[in-house]
């Protein structure tokens, strides 16, 4: 089988896309930024190619091998991880035969969980065309992984004797698509093509995840990134709009190619546009080919891939301490999905994470065997965390990342309450409802909680309900007490208004009768303004 172009042979070899490897002496270049550049050593760097990093949360780092495969002994491009000690590097671990096929496995991007992998592999059966992008995951059980899916044939329907016809709305065509990176809520898929509708040779592109899992039509990433020329590698970074990518085509001046080859670059996405790629520098960049960037969470250490001289074999694997132009500080959310009463891990547990100013979600995902989960957040926003179990009552929460110049970890343990058969103690969850000041009018922000409320009670029959509405200390008892019970009653309404029989629902206002919490401060006079969902029956 011949070798296609998920690396080498494509684009990095004098004379066939780069336009000369001679470069130039490393005093011409123009854009210094620092720092000093690290072969990570011989104990992951081998004779062959070492290519593509890709690190998860906790450090592991993947990446891509030429060398001898240790079960057939032969040379395809197979995926490997490795762990290490500050900087003390294990062996490579030869990551699966599932994985590791016959053929090449080309450029991966890992989730953040290290539980999604993404990888090109080329002119396979069940592929369109020269490369597609695939993915395969670690299951539950945490002891293997599934086989490569193809993104736009998941069943792995035999292709190659289909007439395929190009469907551009898919990510998967007849022309080269290669190099993906996932952005760290698995929404976003960024990677090179070289298919119609670009700029140069080949591209960048993103797709999106949508509701039902089925991937949006790619659309370009536009002029402010690609040039005439080419475009390869893209990486987004844990924050989640910090680009890093290697290119050929930007012309002399600030922003420059360094030396020669390919050089790597960085870029922001701005909300409606780019910012304007910003070339790494030297030495990160060199008078060689400079790609397939990775930073670490925390965003302090940066590792890429090079073919400079003194490496122990073609392409190595080097690292930056404290790069230029670091992502944006972000935060790694972890914890365990418990059963309150004993105590034992809630596998399987639906978990939605929203931004609790637009409402808009985040990421949804389910906890692990173990009952662990871990996301990662951008810093300086307020986020609700909702967990649903059935046979638990669901669970909600409120809370604010504050502004971050450096990476934080931060736990949030989810202790779900069971629904007993016979109730004596009313199990109840505070509903994150709000309200504006002084009204009782429900804010569309409001929408998810209640949506989330519905579908419990819904999964529930048999049972009774209270929407009970709770107010702080300020103003006086009859009106915090009428106050109350307006804002139950609006509850209900939605409720009721929604599909909820209005029969199994009371609601009642306790106006400031049964605080939580003091109420001398902002934060206690907060906690006690809630609206409370209990099981009566």
Known sequence: MQRYAIYITSFLLCGIIVAGCSGSDPADIALVTGGVVENIGENVNSPWDDYAPAVTANGTLFFTSRRPNPKRQDYWDDVYRVNHIERNWEKPVYLSEVINTP????????????????LALCQQPDGFGKCDIYMAEWNDRGTEWSAARNLDNPEGKDLRLETIVDNFDQINTTYWESQPSISPDGRTLYFASDRPGGYGGTDLWLSRRQLDGTWSRPVNLGPDVNTKGEERTPSIAFDGRTLYYSSDGFPDGENSKAAGGMDLYVTRNQGSRWSRPMNLGYPINSVNDDVFISTTLSGDTLYFASNRPGGFGEFDLYLLLDPPFPPDAVVNIYGVVTDIETGQPLASTPITIEDYGTGEIINKFQSLESGQYQFIVPAGREYRISAEQKGYIFKSEVFEVPELTTYRRLQKDIALEPIPPIITVPPKTNLTVLFDFDKASLRPESKPELERAIRFILQNPGRRFEIAAHTDALGTEEYNLDLSERRAAAVKRYLVENGVPT????????????????????????????VELTVIE
């Open 103 to 118: 053929e090449s496995q080309g450029a991966i991007s890992i989730s953040p969980d290290g539980r999604t992998l993404y």
């Open 503 to 530: 029969d199994i629902i009371i609601s009642k206002g306790y106006g400031e009768s049964q605080p939580i919490d003091d109420n001398e401060t902002p934060q206690g006079r907060q906690r006690n303004r809630r």
